[in-house]
């Protein structure tokens, strides 16, 4: 009948042993996931990081892609550079690098000085240009 669960037959080896093997099966590391709490808005922008991410505002014209567009949020207005800010990994914690942004970046109101790691933990609080946001790490592939 349609919509019913459809009955495994957990006896038979071959229904498990054709399961997909994923990478976390064969013991790759999970990303992290992160929220940024944009103050201002009460929005939350959610990804996942496994690498180096650019955080600024999309200018078509001007050929800036940001992995993480604020545009949406009133970023330009706010001071938020094109290619303001990157948050990469380093070894099991996660750090924010200002790129030389024009109206600078504070973390839990400390000015970053351009392109200089600074470990950022769950809670935190920064201020891209005139923009508020909140680090939520959501999912700590280390814990």
């Known amino acids: 009948m349609p919509g019913d669960t459809r009955k495994l037959n957990l006896d038979d080896d071959s229904a498990l042993a054709s399961q997909e093997i994923t990478a976390i099966d064969m013991g790759m590391p999970r990303p992290w996931k992160i929220a940024l709490r944009i103050l201002q808005k ?31 949020y009133n970023a330009e ?31 839990n109101n400390e000015r970053l000085k351009p392109l200089v790691a600074y470990p950022v933990r769950d809670g935190d609080e920064m201020s891209l240009g005139l923009m508020k946001v909140k680090i939520e790490l959501l999912m700590n592939p280390f814990s």
């Open 42 to 72: 009460e929005n939350r922008v959610i990804f996942d990081l496994a690498g180096p991410m650019v955080i600024g505002r999309k200018v078509p014209e001007g050929n800036s892609f940001p992995d993480i567009d604020l545009g949406p």
């Open 77 to 107: 207005d706010m001071g938020v550079s094109r290619t303001h800010l990157t948050l990469k990994l380093d070894g099991d914690r996660i750090v924010a690098v200002d790129n030389g942004s024009a109206n600078g970046t504070l973390l």
